[in-house]
């Protein structure tokens, strides 16, 4: 059974989920805004302007959650040294506040400018002050989503590890993996690999359609497998040579390897020479 479509691209569909929230929060806010001028008699504002004043922010916050993605993975919260993650954390949300602001104000002022008029952002060091009480929250709710989101698709993809009898723990190789997933547990074979991704401190191993994270790195393991016919083809991949169905070479020098499963993956100029002879010794 092949794994949901959003399990292949949970990143896109976990983007676009958070994007949705924050459209639909911030227009809820734009109309709220006309709503409460209009019920007042006192509607000092064009109709767009709540509008540009609320996506405005939706797109600086957006544009930043990579580099919330990155400061969680490059600097984890670690509880044993809170004094140093706080103080962390608390440069990181003021300089999230900085760009969100300066994001903010630049689409505002080009959007004003386009209409032959002027956007006054207001005394910068209190209206800054304003705007990082909101920011600061925004920031801690976008990285409770974050990590919310990351365990729940660790969950439900589960995690892959080595699972190797008495005699063969003392070998390198392995042929089977046990995986644990949503509390149950299960083996998979090496065999079934089709090809393997570098994601960090894991590798992510691609059977069948599925997605199955092993913390090791891609150096290690494609030398471990390289007995069992696979073969690393770039910095960030190795592939099965029984799982190619084509290769065909590029302009930029490197090739282009066709699974056959119809998955493209590149062959780097880097890899060329021992993806050849592995491929003739497989042969």
């Not at 600086?60 to 040294?81: D, K, W």
């Not at 976008?142 to 190797?164: C, D, P, S």
């Not at 992510?204 to 083809?233: A, D, M, W």
């Amino acid at each position: 059974m092949r794994s949901p479509h959003f399990l292949q691209y949970s990143n896109l569909y976990g983007v676009c989920f958070l994007a949705a929230y924050i459209f639909i929060n911030n227009t809820i806010n734009a109309t709220s805004d006309i709503m409460e001028a209009q019920r007042l008699n006192n509607l000092l504002f064009e109709w767009w302007e709540p509008f540009i004043w609320e996506y405005s922010s939706a797109l600086g916050t957006l544009a930043l959650v990579p580099s919330i993605v990155y400061l969680l993975t490059a600097y984890p919260f670690n509880f044993q040294a809170m004094g140093r993650s706080l103080s962390v954390y608390l440069l990181a949300s003021i300089i999230f506040s900085v760009l969100h602001v300066s994001i903010m104000v630049g689409i505002r002022e080009l959007v004003y400018w386009s209409k032959n008029r002027d956007y006054d952002f207001g005394l910068l060091w209190y209206e800054f002050l304003y705007e990082y009480r909101k920011d600061l929250l925004s920031f801690a709710f976008l990285i409770v989503v974050i990590k919310g989101y990351q365990y729940f698709m660790a969950q439900l993809k589960g995690e892959a590890r080595v699972l190797q009898s008495a005699e063969e723990s003392v070998q390198p190789q392995f042929e089977r993996l046990l995986v644990r997933k949503l509390g149950k547990e299960f083996i998979i074979k090496v065999s079934e690999i089709e090809w393997i991704e570098s994601s960090g401190n894991y590798v992510n191993l691609h059977i069948n359609g599925r997605v199955y994270p092993l913390r090791t790195t891609l150096t290690k393991l494609s030398e471990q497998l390289i007995s069992q016919g696979f073969c690393r083809v770039h910095r960030s991949y190795a592939v099965r040579l029984d799982a190619i169905c084509s290769i065909m070479p590029i302009h930029s020098g490197d090739s282009e390897i066709t699974l056959k499963n119809g998955k493209k993956i590149n062959l780097s100029r880097r890899y060329k020479e021992q993806f050849k002879s592995l491929l003739l010794i497989d042969s």
